[in-house]
């Protein structure tokens, strides 16, 4: 009777490589977030100069050589001033929706490449999200013409980028609770809105559910959905007028429990974060032959 291996499964864990993050700038003043593998990256909106961008990649000792796209998520000012001049520069595609692409500088739509709500996109050498970043466009509530939101993920992480959102609608929530970490929206402080030189029309614009959220919605959102493996929190687009760091923070860190909270600022870079998640795979590992009857095999990946 011939001899027949068994299999003998067992767990291991195996960590990802990992995505990293930053912001180069977050406020009415000029948006951009990079996130990136290490060997491909997006950014997601240029509300910068070139040469301001240029020199904010440089300080984060980022190569523009592994950004492979730019992603917009409306024709804002403050998130598309320097994206066709950076895009053209550096021939990189420009992902942006037709009705956004209508209101853009014109050298946008020569670059441009078109995406819809839920429909993920590769980007990289890979064509799957285990060896290509994928970027997974959401629509948001804004006062935009087409306004979106994105995940971008790569091998089970995925980093949002949520902000410019008038409200914290069930797609905002249901991505949201996806995030191993997220730049969310933590607009203003309602009091200071409420009291502050602003006109009404302008303070009604700003909250009226089209505009952006306040510290106390982004904090709902966060108590409410936050994953139980969300380690990172960058509080984004904070007003000048209407909102101060310490009271953004002030309003979450009680609240943080195991996750990282910081600000992504509107006059300098933010730290790089290194975002990491282990996967578990069941393996087979080949025991001592014995002599069976009937052959038994364990499933590999069970």
């Given at each position: 009777m011939?001899?027949?291996?068994?299999?003998?499964?067992?767990?291991?864990?195996l960590?990802?490589?990992?995505?990293?993050?930053?912001?180069?700038?977050?406020g009415?003043?000029?948006?951009?977030y990079?996130?990136g593998n290490g060997?491909?990256?997006?950014?997601?909106?240029?509300?910068?100069?070139?040469?301001e961008?240029?020199?904010?990649?440089?300080?984060?000792?980022?190569?523009v050589?592994?950004?492979?796209?730019?992603?917009?998520?409306?024709?804002?000012?403050?998130h598309?001033?320097?994206?066709?001049t950076f895009?053209?520069?550096?021939k990189?595609p420009?992902?942006?929706?037709?009705?956004?692409a209508?209101f853009?500088p014109?050298?946008?739509?020569p670059?441009?490449k078109?995406?819809?709500?839920?429909?993920?996109i590769f980007?990289?050498?890979g064509d799957?999200?285990n060896t290509?970043?994928?970027?997974?466009?959401?629509k948001?509530?804004?006062?935009?013409?087409?306004?979106?939101?994105?995940?971008?993920s790569?091998?089970g992480?995925?980093i949002g980028?949520i902000?410019?959102?008038?409200?914290a609608?069930?797609?905002?929530a249901?991505y949201?609770?996806?995030?191993?970490?997220a730049?969310?929206?933590?607009?203003?402080?309602?009091?200071?809105?409420?009291?502050?030189?602003?006109?009404?029309?302008?303070?009604?614009?700003?909250?009226?559910?089209?505009?952006?959220?306040?510290n106390?919605?982004?904090?709902d959102?966060?108590?409410?959905?936050?994953?139980?493996?969300?380690?990172?929190?960058?509080?984004?687009?904070?007003?000048?007028?209407?909102?101060?760091?310490?009271i953004?923070?002030?309003?979450?860190?009680?609240?943080a429990?195991?996750?990282?909270?910081s600000?992504?600022s509107?006059?300098?870079?933010?730290?790089?974060?290194t975002?990491?998640?282990?996967?578990?795979?069941?393996?087979?590992?080949?025991s001592?032959?014995?002599p069976v009857?009937?052959?038994?095999?364990?499933?590999?990946f069970?």
């Amino acid at each position: 009777m011939p001899a027949i291996w068994r299999f003998k499964k067992f767990t291991i864990y195996l960590p990802t490589m990992g995505l990293q993050m930053a912001s180069l700038n977050s406020g009415s003043n000029g948006n951009c977030y990079y996130i990136g593998n290490g060997h491909d990256a997006v950014l997601i909106d240029i509300g910068l100069s070139l040469r301001e961008t240029e020199i904010r990649l440089k300080q984060l000792q980022l190569s523009v050589n592994t950004i492979r796209a730019v992603f917009i998520s409306h024709e804002h000012t403050d998130h598309i001033r320097g994206v066709s001049t950076f895009a053209n520069k550096y021939k990189l595609p420009i992902y942006i929706t037709p009705a956004t692409a209508k209101f853009g500088p014109r050298l946008i739509r020569p670059l441009s490449k078109s995406f819809e709500a839920n429909q993920p996109i590769f980007i990289g050498d890979g064509d799957n999200d285990n060896t290509a970043l994928m970027v997974t466009p959401f629509k948001k509530e804004h006062d935009a013409a087409d306004p979106h939101s994105f995940i971008v993920s790569y091998q089970g992480i995925h980093i949002g980028v949520i902000t410019d959102i008038g409200i914290a609608c069930d797609r905002v929530a249901h991505y949201f609770q996806q995030c191993h970490a997220a730049f969310l929206e933590s607009n203003y402080d309602e009091v200071l809105l409420r009291t502050g030189r602003y006109s009404q029309p302008l303070k009604d614009r700003i909250s009226n559910g089209k505009g952006h959220i306040s510290n106390r919605q982004a904090l709902d959102l966060f108590r409410h959905y936050r994953p139980k493996h969300m380690s990172h929190l960058l509080l984004s687009h904070l007003s000048k007028e209407n909102n101060q760091p310490e009271i953004a923070l002030n309003t979450f860190l009680p609240h943080a429990g195991q996750t990282n909270i910081s600000i992504a600022s509107r006059y300098e870079v933010s730290n790089m974060f290194t975002i990491e998640s282990a996967h578990t795979y069941a393996l087979s590992l080949l025991s001592t032959p014995k002599p069976v009857v009937k052959a038994v095999q364990g499933n590999l990946f069970g």
